[in-house]
């Protein structure tokens, strides 16, 4: 597959991706009266169940015959890639909201570009080589 397919088709699940997200989170903080870290850390959790699905089956299938990752192999460096993106987003929206009050949406907002760049080269370099 071509890189800009692949990066193509890692945008689109990750605009979705992001729209779970930011629906979980909303709905948490303003619906709920959840904090924002709680709000956080519940949606990136469930934004990264349907993630792994679509990198595996559509952004980075196995070529015919490649059966060098098991699923088990292959879930635990993707829960890896997850820290990792997830790591830097969370620290990135505490330096926003914290240390520059920004608001908690923006800073939530700002935070999935982070995770997605992290989390895209994660997987393409280690879990889905």
């Known amino acids: 597959m071509k890189e800009s397919v692949r990066i193509f088709r890692f945008a689109m699940v990750g605009t979705l991706n992001a729209l779970i997200t930011a629906l979980v989170v909303w709905l948490l903080m303003h619906i709920e009266g959840e904090s924002y870290i709680t709000a956080n850390i519940i949606a990136y959790v469930i934004a990264q169940i349907h993630n792994f699905i679509w990198c595996k089956y559509w952004i980075f299938p196995l070529e015919s015959g490649d059966k060098k990752n098991s699923i088990w192999h292959q879930m635990l460096f993707f829960a890896g890639a997850f820290l990792l993106a997830y790591s830097a987003q969370f620290l990135f929206l505490l330096m926003l909201v ?32």
């Open 98 to 129: 914290e240390l520059l009050h920004c608001n908690e949406y923006l800073a939530q907002f700002l935070g999935l570009f982070i995770y997605g760049a992290v989390n895209f080269m994660t997987n393409k370099h280690v879990t889905f080589r």
